[in-house]
């Protein structure tokens, strides 16, 4: 079964290596298909990461607007080409963060991120986890470092490979599997302190 996942991600990929090269060449129609694409997965990460409705719209637009303006930078590397999309989003964010940051403003949470996390259709594995688990996850995933949350985001919720998080991050994959690790564990201590909490 993994085998014929690896296929269909491959022959995925090269689909849509194809499209970027039409949008390169023009095609506004492949950009276009492209943007369909990838919309909710991007705006899924980036609702994660900022917490707001409306600025994870404004963000992920802007995500497509810088993707559009660099297209003729874009190089096939063997990756996923999401991993183009989510290097810039993560700038993205960090531009996002900092601005916030700058205005004193605190980035509040939202309900419909517990609402992208309880969606089957977005993620897989939800439908075997209650409301109440899911809300303790997202508190969980809340306070962990930044670069823990990216990294378990883009693991577990976009299923990206570790060697296409280490493009993203800008770290080896080595690396990037330790990080890997280490928020796994991190995420689960805080789950285990929260349940005794629970218990309390």
């Given amino acids: 079964m993994q085998e014929s996942q690896a296929n269909n991600k ?5 689909y849509f290596v194809e499209l970027i090269a039409r949008a390169q060449d023009g095609d506004e129609d492949a950009f276009e298909e492209l943007y369909n694409e990838y919309f909710t997965r991007l705006y899924r990460y980036v609702l994660i990461r900022v917490g707001s409705d409306d600025e994870a719209d404004d963000i992920t ?14 190089r096939d590397q063997g990756y996923d080409p999401s991993a183009y999309l989510y290097t810039i989003a993560r700038s993205v964010i960090a531009d996002y963060f900092r601005s916030k940051a700058r205005k004193g403003k605190k980035v509040e949470s939202s309900d419909a991120v517990l609402e992208i ?11 075997v986890i209650s409301n109440e688990e899911k809300a303790n996850l997202y508190t969980a995933l809340q306070q962990l470092p930044e670069n823990y949350q ?8 976009e299923n990206l490979s570790s060697k296409e998080i280490a493009q993203i991050i800008g770290k080896s994959d080595v690396a990037t599997r330790k990080l890997l690790s280490r928020a796994v564990a991190a995420l689960t201590e805080i789950m285990q302190l929260q349940s005794k909490e629970n218990e309390v």
């Fill in 117 to 127: 996390i309880a969606d089957p259709s977005q993620n897989l594995q939800a439908g």
């Fill in 150 to 157: 990216e990294a378990l985001l883009l693991r577990y919720m």
């Fill in 10 to 14: 491959s022959s995925q990929n090269r």
């Fill in 61 to 74: 637009q802007l995500v497509f607007l810088k993707f559009y303006k660099n297209l003729t930078n874009w």
